[in-house]
């Protein structure tokens, strides 16, 4: 009687959740990889074809997809050093204990806050008008131009919005991991006479580890997939020249109707996806000093 | 000597703090000038302050109505994203059988997917819900919140998660000894105590909600029923060539999060880092 009750709870308490879950992530994740297989236009009365590995064949040849997986590597790679190094020199700025440090991390942190797509649109009128508009007036038009014309420069323009929002967000991270080196092993590294780069790299640095662990994650699978910012600053272009992963994906289902060759494609960026992440909190928890 | 060094840095780190939010300052002063002036100097504070370009980017975007719908969306979601993940936590943390830990596992690892790819398929069962369920899934709020509720929900589960386990079992025996049913016991005791990280899980998850584009611009079809993100989508689309009014319109929607920031600064950083962590 008391078991049955209990389990009447248990459901009550779970069978809600697990049910929205499972038509939203479940269901659709399980006949993603069906779609994967087949050839559809994504119109309902067409019949969908079983085309088996073809697609996943198809895909290895498809020069535009790979390009944008190329730069998404690039603009990944670029992200995490910029991202992170950013991030730490701004946090060990505003623990440095000058007055001014509360509203400095206020206003680091408030991009994270607004979307990225409204950011990227912001910075779309930077680099293209207001650096036209600096390089006509100052002379110095080479560095001054429409960066969103030129395929590396807006790769780095990307880069650019992409760290201005997540800086602050790994600064918080630092910040943390700062905070909670103990005050007393500073203090002792000081009076054996260890110099401030010494306690910075041989105390500060090691100890900071499992926030490494935790930016590092972060700021790649966030760059890894990238969207918002890259359909609002340059919608892929010049030429596809920063169409990265996603954006790749969105397009060849809706915007070609490829619904079985692009799901094919969004199964690959997941193992991809999936193999990043766990491979890299397996690394990083391993180097993680213990105290 | 020390202390002028130590007033210079703080200059400096203000400073810098400053020119970190140039893109800001951009922005707003460039939603006041004419065309004639935005094309004279990008950098310089406008001439006259006048208001027009936002009437206009009011109306143009439908602010208000895009306003409403994002609030609505995302306070409904947030409120079934934390009674949801809350109970069920707390149930898989207090049974701890093979079920909960199997439910737990399958939770966490689908935090793994990225969105694009359950998208397109995600489209299709609510398609199919709609034409063999005539339930509204599509192009309603209501689907909108329903996905949402989805998406949030092993982030929030595991959050809640990892609080629990902390959280001693001994008040809840006596309040079940006392005749309280569970439901009691959940609601009146243990949802309390887990103030802190409802906290952490509602920054996160709104903030996330409220800049989503890409979902809401699958669901969504009606102009009536656009967010903010995607009224400015469109918006910014139609008037790229006019920047004044295309600036005024980002203006308008960054001051409902600049306001949410002023008020919940100290909640906001410590959720992120609290989230984070996890």
């Known amino acids: ?291 | 000597m020390r202390k002028t060094g130590r007033r210079l840095s703080e200059v400096l780190l203000f400073c810098v703090a400053l020119a970190f939010l140039s893109p800001i300052y951009i922005m707003l002063v460039n939603s006041f000038k004419n065309r004639a002036e935005l094309y004279k100097n990008a950098l310089a504070l406008p001439s006259s302050f006048s208001f027009q370009y936002y009437a206009e980017a009011m109306e143009k975007m439908n602010f208000l109505r895009a306003f409403g719908n994002s609030l609505y969306i995302t306070i409904v979601s947030e409120i079934f994203i934390i009674v949801l993940s809350s109970m069920t936590a707390w149930m898989l943390v207090r049974k701890d059988h093979r079920l909960s830990r199997f439910l737990f596992m399958t939770l966490v690892a689908t935090m793994l997917i990225p969105f694009q790819t359950l998208m397109m398929p995600l489209m299709q069962v609510m398609d199919w819900i709609r034409t063999n369920l005539h339930i509204p899934m599509l192009n309603t709020r209501g689907g909108l919140i329903y996905m949402n509720v989805g998406f949030h929900a092993s982030m929030a589960v595991f959050l809640y998660h990892g609080f629990i386990k902390s959280v001693p079992v001994a008040l809840e025996e006596a309040a079940t000894l006392d005749g309280c049913s569970k439901f009691g016991v959940f609601w009146r005791i243990v949802f309390p105590m887990l103030k802190t990280i409802t906290i952490t899980v509602a920054i996160l998850d709104v903030i996330s909600m409220w800049n989503d584009y890409l979902l809401p611009s699958l669901t969504l079809s009606d102009k009536s029923l656009r967010t903010i993100p995607l009224s400015t989508f469109y918006f910014f689309g139609e008037f790229t060539i006019q920047w004044n009014l295309a600036m005024a319109g980002l203006t308008l929607t960054i001051i409902p999060i600049v306001v949410f920031y002023a008020f919940s600064q100290k909640y906001i950083i410590r959720g992120i880092a609290a989230g984070a962590v996890k």
């Open chain 1, 1 to 291: 009687m008391n078991k049955s009750k209990d389990r009447a709870w248990y459901a009550l308490f779970t069978v809600p959740l697990f049910f929205v879950f499972t038509t939203v992530v479940i269901v659709p994740f399980l006949i993603g990889i069906y779609y994967s297989f087949v050839k559809w236009d994504g119109i309902p009365a067409n019949p969908k074809v079983f085309v088996g590995l073809d697609n996943y064949v198809q895909l290895f040849q498809d020069g535009r997809f790979l390009s944008s997986a190329w730069h998404t590597v690039e603009f990944t790679v670029l992200a995490l050093v910029v991202v992170n190094v950013a991030g730490l020199v701004l946090s060990l700025c505003v623990t440095a204990g000058l007055r001014v440090s509360t509203a400095a991390r206020t206003m680091f942190f408030m991009p994270n806050l607004i979307g990225g797509l409204i950011l990227g649109y912001i910075w779309q009128y930077i680099f293209t008008d207001v650096f036209e508009s600096i390089g006509r007036q100052t002379g110095f038009d080479s560095v001054f131009r429409n960066w969103l014309l030129d395929p590396q420069l807006a790769l780095l323009a990307t880069v650019i919005v992409f760290a201005w929002q997540m800086a602050g967000y790994t600064m918080i991270i630092y910040i943390a991991g700062i905070q909670g080196i103990p005050e007393e092993l500073l203090e002792a590294a000081k009076v054996d006479g260890a110099n401030g780069r010494q306690r910075l790299t041989k105390i500060v640095f090691p100890l900071l580890m499992p926030s490494f662990t935790i930016c590092l994650f972060l700021t790649l699978s966030g760059a890894f997939k990238i969207f918002d910012v890259n359909l609002s600053l340059t919608k892929g272009g010049p030429v596809n020249a920063t169409e990265m992963f996603a954006m790749n994906i969105y397009n060849e289902i809706f915007s070609y109707g490829h619904y079985g060759f692009g799901q094919a494609k969004a199964i690959i960026f997941f193992l991809i996806v999936a193999a990043l992440t766990l491979t890299q909190v397996i690394l990083t928890k391993r180097r993680e000093v213990q105290m």
